[in-house]
């Protein structure tokens, strides 16, 4: 049976058109179904203005739309009705087995965390993008939801974000490391310091600490941090990745299109690998099942690799696993 994917039509600057574009495409070339939240006249009349087709999709009408300056708690109180709510309780319900928006970062939190519930054990739901770096990519995981973490939850955090580069990346046994100030296991609060001996002891393929200078290297494949270290590490990387290639287009201009000209396909290659859109998403995880927050920008490219990180979450069953995982750690402290 194919994968059924539930999107808020209205999430994000670019709603309806570019969501529409993005999950048509979806429907053809990833062979999922679709379940579009919203105002269910407003998406026929853009669909059809715009020639596409909405075949394969199903429309859940909502008169609401969330307002991202609304206080994210508001979602499970006056924006219950919103094409956000809805979507996650039709998550909830069964009637899909995952779900993307590109709404408010908070509303989204706090929805997936009283609509569709935390996985058991999981203390924290935390949104985990995937950044570019020299070697492939790696996940950062929080990178903002959780700004007061204890060393247990920075464990769970590693949990889920190595069992989705592995489920939903493709990275046999990906490694982790605990983002500090330094290198050596003395170093940092005593948040990272008691962190640092619980992941030593997890079983997970962790490699000991990595300063924010690194990390752009690729060395390991999951950066583990608390969500105010991590929003920040995530802001910068944003901002350096738009502040270099305003350089490039500067090295390029002028008497440089020449050189711009014999390195097209270098320079094409490495736009790709700094561009958002080519990931989808960022996936929340420690949900009961998959949500995916994609870019408030995002264009009908970056909505349809988000249904496809959707899709691929689904497929690699990474809830089960970061269960399964979860289960088995606390039978061992058990014993």
């Not at 590693?158 to 290198?183: C, F, H, Q, T, W």
């Not at 690194?214 to 944003?238: R, S, W």
């Not at 080519?278 to 995880?285: I, Y």
Request: charged share 25%.
């Amino acid at each position: 049976m194919a994968v059924k994917v539930i999107v808020d039509a209205f999430g994000g600057d670019n709603a309806p058109l570019e969501v529409i574009k993005g999950c048509e495409r979806a429907v053809r070339e990833l062979g999922v179904s679709i379940v579009l939240t919203g105002r269910e006249s407003e998406i026929r009349s853009c669909a059809e203005k715009n020639g596409l087709s909405l075949d394969g999709i199903e429309i859940v009408h909502t008169d609401d739309v969330f307002d991202i300056h609304e206080e994210p708690k508001e979602i499970i109180k006056s924006g219950k009705n919103s094409s956000m709510a809805v979507g996650l309780g039709l998550l909830a319900e069964g009637r899909g087995d995952a779900f993307v928006s590109a709404g408010s970062t908070g509303a989204l939190v706090m929805g997936a965390t009283f609509i569709v519930k935390r996985i058991k054990g999981i203390k924290r739901i935390a949104p985990s993008p995937v950044m570019p770096a020299d070697k492939g990519s790696f996940v950062l995981v929080d990178a903002g939801a959780n700004t007061e973490c204890r060393p247990e939850m920075l464990v769970q955090f590693a949990i889920m974000g190595s069992a989705y580069m592995e489920k939903v990346m493709g990275i046999d046994d990906p490694k982790v490391a605990l983002l500090n100030i330094g290198s050596e296991e003395t170093k940092g609060r005593e948040l990272e310091i008691e962190a640092y001996k619980l992941l030593e002891k997890s079983g997970l393929n962790f490699v000991g600490n990595i300063e924010a200078r690194d990390m752009p290297k690729g060395e390991v494949q999951v950066v583990v941090t608390d969500g105010f270290t991590g929003n920040i590490a995530l802001k910068l990387y944003e901002g350096m990745g738009s502040f270099f290639s305003k350089k490039v287009k500067w090295l390029y201009s002028g008497a440089g299109k020449l050189g711009a000209l014999l390195s097209y396909k270098k320079i094409q290659t490495f736009r790709k690998q700094m561009d958002y859109k080519e990931v989808g998403g960022s996936a929340l995880l420690g949900v009961k099942k998959p949500v995916i927050k994609a870019h408030g920008s995002s264009d009908g490219t970056a909505f349809f690799n988000a249904v496809r990180q959707a899709k691929r979450c689904v497929e690699g069953n990474v809830t089960g696993v970061i269960e399964s995982f979860v289960s088995g750690m606390e039978l061992a402290d058990k014993e």
